[in-house]
Structures are given as C-alpha cells and as structure tokens.
C-alpha cells in the first residue's frame, strides 16, 4: 500500500510540473472548470464552489467500463459501494464511513430518502443511458440538503435533451446475463421528451442470485418556448435471489423483490436577479423479502412507502452577495406487517448567504437549516464555508457544520428472531470540519481534503455481550471520524487523441472498533484505505479502452486488488462493446457474508439511429 501511495504522490506532482510547461490550449472533453454545480440552491461554477464537491462526468461515464451507478460510483475515492452481487440488484451507498442510512441520494434534487431503510437508497439509481453528470457533495457541506445527508449526498442530473433519435443496446455475457434497452429522444415545436425501457436478467453467480431488473424513465419539458414544465417519472425494479444476504442459516434461501418510483413536476421562474424554483413530488417504495422462496409462508416482510412533498428553492443575486434559501414540506405514509402503521410530516426551511470580497478572491458562505418531525419536533443545524482563490486555478476552502439523521423506522420498530428496534432513540448528530485545497484547468484538475467528523447518539445494532442472538438498536456513544483524500486527472493528447488519466486515494479512520467489535451489527467492514485509477485510452479514430484498478483495504483486515477494462469499437452507427470485470478472479467481500463475483464478460452492441 505504501507504494501505491508514493506512487500517487509521484503521479500528482509530476502532473503540476508537466502542466506548468503547457499552454493552456483547450481540450475537448468535458471540462471541469466549466460545470456549474446545481448541487445546491446556489449554483456555481465548479472551481468556484468552496465544498468538497466529485463530478462524474457524461466521458467520464461513457469510459468508466461501468454498465450501472452503484459500479460506477465504486471508481470515486471517499465512496464506499457495498454490493451483494451483480447487475446493481442490492447495493448500499456509504461516504466517509457513514453508514447506509447517512447519505442522501437525489434525482435532479428530489430527496430519494427512505423512511424504510437506507438500504433501499440505491434502488431508485438510474441507467446511465440517462444521466448527464453525477455531483458527490462529501462532507459538512451536505448539510444543505438536511435529513440523512450526515455524511454526503450524491445528485444525479439527467440529461435535459436527445434530439430526435433512437439508440438500442443489448448486451449477453457470464452467468446468463442478458440485457437490453432502447433510449429515445423527441423533440417538438414546444416539447422535449426522453423514454428509457430497459430489462436485465442473470441466472446468478452463486446459488440463489439470479435477478430480473427492469428501468423505465420519462423525462419530458413542455410548454418550452414560455414558461416551461418539467416532468420526470421513472419505476425501477428488482426481483432477486438474496442468498446470504442478511443471514448465515443454510435452510434460509431469501428472495427479495423491491420496486421504487418516482414523479416529480416543476418549472423554473427566473430574471437577472432572481430564481424560483417550485416542485411537487411522489416517490413510492414497495420491498418484499421472504425468507425461504420457495415457502412464502414460513417468514414474509412486506413493506410499502409512500412520500409526497412540496418544496421551493429559490436564489437571488444583490450587490452583498447571492442569497440561497428554500422551504420544504413532506408527509411520509408506511404500511408494513412488521414495522406497523406509520406517518410521518416533516418540513424543513434553509438559508444561506454567499459574500465575495477582496475583489472576489475571498467568499464567505453562512446557512443554517430549520427542520420539524412531527415524532422529533425542532432542530436547528447551522454551518459556514469559506474559500480563498489563491489565483485563477488555485483555491483553498474550508467547512464547518453540523449535519443529522432521524431513525428509519427499521430503527425504531423492526422485529424478527435475531433484530429488535427501539422505539426511545434519538437522532444523529455530528459537528464536521474540512479543510481543502483543489486547482482547476480544462487540462488537470486536482484535489486534496482533510476532514474530521464528531458524530454523537451514532445508531447501531448492538447486543450486550457475544451470548446474546438479539441484536438491539442503540444510541451509542461519541464516534470521531476522520480521513485524507486526495483527487487527480489529467487530459493529454497522443496521436492527436485525447488520453485521461484519474488517481484518487482515500484514508479514514474511527474508533468505532474499539467500542463494539465483536458487539455491532452494522458499523463494522469500514474502508481505511482506497485507492482508484482509471486510464482511458485512445489510439484509432474508432477504437477506444480504458483500464480500472482499485484497491482497498477495510478496517477487517481484508485487502483486495480488483481490475476491471473496457473496449468499445465504432462502426458508423454501431458501436461493439467488451467490458471485463474482476480480470484477474480477485477473492473479496465487500459486505455481510457474500463473496463478490469471479472473472467474468459481458459483450454488447449499441445501435443509434438519427
């Protein structure tokens, strides 16, 4: 590990040397310094922001040899993805060693959050075929987004346009997968419209994993030529063999089925000054878990969440600065025959103000969020970023603030033989803090952040000593967090073409082991050490690769090597895919019990008609 670490520090500085001696000559790919960030109710551009902010970018998707979100989220140090197999059927999302419950995913800024279980965030991720860019805010900075963003929160953007065509995709290759969707655009006088179909099936790796998923998305904007109106619809979902999923017992063979929806409507009033933005929202989650398959009877949970929220969020520009501020409203509805009956009304109001001063070298960024549960009542969680602009491409930040998370109901009320819920908890809390330096170009980009978290009344599972099978929500007491990452691509031409090169590295570290070791269900299997690098290549007009290596080692002592590689050919319209995962068959778990698939292929071919 220690040389992979000098080897980034190597790749890092030799990058600066070699940019100082460049012009500064564009290159044509997706250029960081050119984003705006919508991460936020103040939208600025990438090198402005003074956060800890991930951009994946569409090149960035389109060669990270990734066929899903969870897969492709797995390539960003700091991100910790848990899957219990293929195909993105089950995955939790973690951020600097939060846990699934502790990061917020949003669609387009629709909270995707679960009263359920954090265990289902994943669930409402969409195919990439869809997705322009996804921003990773880490860290206190997430705070703007309040409930379950206590460690970070992950926006996927969807692409706003396809013009008039239509691109299908079918892909086959080990353990029985086959996979197919069609994509198309429409655009009208006064209306644009983007439709998603799209089915994955396995018959598994292992006993019991096969898995049938189905996308279906909608995105369309009418009335555009006035006051346009946004709608977005999307159902996902998974049906899946769980075998050793949540439990060790060889007369177990879980199944699981889930689905997730969503249905959001908005528009965008805007001036030179002002911008307003209202939304309505529907977001459903239907979970089905037995455990035996084949005998339904024996042991059932089913479980139905439903959330419908109304929010505006709205920025306005004055000479002191550009002022952020948004209020929202929800009303959760649970049906569950093992978590009960539940409701839950919730609203939140968040301000912040953005000042710039000493020629704008210098921003100051105060907020504060309001928040009301009506089983938790009044919380206040205020914060600060600053930035200092060092020159145009160096800029150093900092963070501090405090975030929370409000049980799920599987915190509260959840029963079965070995689980108990406990309905007296109380919310998370931490005060985080970050310091960070980044530097920006359209040819390199780099990144370095230290952070530090104190989180209080943290949730876990817990029994009293090892003679106990039951396993008791609990408070337990102060956990301190914190970690380095460090961030690096470079753009560079040869043979005329593009080249790109991204490292990342992560370090963290808790004491969460010296408490509860071999007592905690949950907060064990941390990454401590994460290394990323993607190269992607390309040598003809037609022909482009791209190599993937990752490295970690968790707070277990388990430590793995995984390459994964992709090759994709151009033929006019067609386009001949190869994506290779796990290439050299790395042994590894990444959660629970279950050992992550083998070697294995998956060949497509992708046809786009205009």
């Not at 509260?412 to 070995?418: E, G, K, M, R, S």
């Not at 359209?442 to 029994?463: E, G, M, Q």
């Amino acid at each position: 590990m220690k040389k992979s670490i000098l080897l980034f520090a190597i790749l890092l500085v030799g990058a600066f040397q070699v940019k100082a001696q460049e012009n500064d000559a564009a290159v044509k790919v997706d250029s960081l310094s050119e984003v705006v960030v919508t991460a936020n109710r103040i939208n600025l551009p990438f090198k402005e922001n003074s956060r800890t902010i991930n951009i994946i970018t569409s090149n960035d998707i389109k060669n990270s040899a990734a066929v899903n979100v969870a897969d492709l989220l797995q390539q960003v140090a700091g991100v910790d993805i848990r899957r219990r197999g293929t195909g993105g059927s089950q995955a939790d999302l973690y951020i600097r060693g939060g846990g699934f419950d502790q990061t917020l995913l949003l669609i387009d800024g629709v909270k995707m959050d679960d009263a359920q279980t954090g265990h289902h965030t994943m669930n409402a991720a969409l195919p990439i075929e869809v997705i322009e860019r996804i921003e990773i805010i880490k860290g206190p900075a997430a705070r703007v987004f309040g409930q379950n963003a206590f460690a970070g929160a992950i926006n996927i953007i969807t692409k706003k346009n396809l013009d008039n065509s239509v691109s299908l995709n079918v892909e086959a290759g080990s353990f029985g997968q086959l996979n197919g969707s069609a994509t198309a655009g429409v655009d009208t006088e006064n209306s644009t419209h983007i439709i998603h179909v799209g089915r994955m099936t396995s018959e598994g790796y292992r006993n019991n994993s096969d898995y049938d998923n189905g996308n279906y998305y909608l995105k369309s904007v009418f009335n555009k030529n006035a006051q346009p109106i946004e709608m977005t619809a999307t159902f996902l979902e998974r049906n899946f063999g769980a075998e050793n999923f949540y439990t060790t017992n060889p007369t177990f063979h879980e199944y699981e089925e889930t689905q997730n929806s969503l249905l959001a409507v908005s528009t965008t009033f805007k001036n030179n000054k002002l911008k307003i933005q209202p939304r309505i929202y529907w977001k459903r989650n239907q979970d089905l878990f037995l455990l035996r398959r084949n005998e339904p009877s024996f042991y059932r949970n089913m479980h139905i969440s439903n959330k419908v929220g109304v929010e505006t969020n709205a920025s306005y520009a004055s000479k002191l600065g550009i002022t952020g501020f948004g209020v929202e409203f929800s009303k959760i509805y649970l049906r569950s025959n093992n978590l009960g009956s539940r409701n839950r009304f919730m609203s939140n109001v968040f301000l912040e103000h953005r000042f710039s001063i000493a020629d704008n070298k210098l921003d100051i960024t105060p907020g504060v969020a309001l928040t009301y549960f009506s089983d938790f009542k009044f919380r206040a969680f205020p914060g600060l970023d600053i930035g200092y602009s060092l020159t145009n491409t160096f800029k150093v930040y900092g963070n501090i603030g405090y975030t929370y998370r409000i049980p799920t109901y599987t915190d509260l009320f959840y029963n079965d033989p070995v689980t108990s819920g406990n309905e007296n908890l109380e919310p998370e809390e931490a005060f985080a803090q970050e310091l960070g330096l980044k530097y920006t170009t359209p040819k390199f980009n780099a990144s370095v952040a230290v952070f530090n978290r104190d989180a209080d009344n943290l949730i876990d599972f817990i029994r009293k000593d090892v003679s106990e099978d039951v396993f008791v929500a609990t408070n337990i007491t102060e956990v301190n967090t914190k970690g380095l990452e460090l961030d690096a691509m470079y753009n560079f031409k040869f043979k005329d073409f593009t080249q790109t090169l991204s490292v990342g590295y992560a370090f963290l570290d808790d004491n969460i082991l010296d408490q509860n070791e071999e007592l905690s269900r949950y907060s064990l299997n941390t990454l401590k050490h994460q290394y990323t690098t993607r190269l992607s290549t390309q040598l003809f007009k037609n022909i482009r690769q791209n190599i993937i290596y990752k490295y970690a080692e968790r707070t277990t002592g388990q430590t793995y090597n995984v390459w994964d590689a992709s090759l994709a050919v151009k033929v006019k319209q067609a386009e001949f895919t190869l994506t290779a995962s796990n290439i050299f068959d790395a042994d590894y778990i990444e959660s629970g019990f279950i050992p992550m698939p083998p070697s294995n292929v998956l060949f497509g071919l992708r046809y786009s008609f205009k």
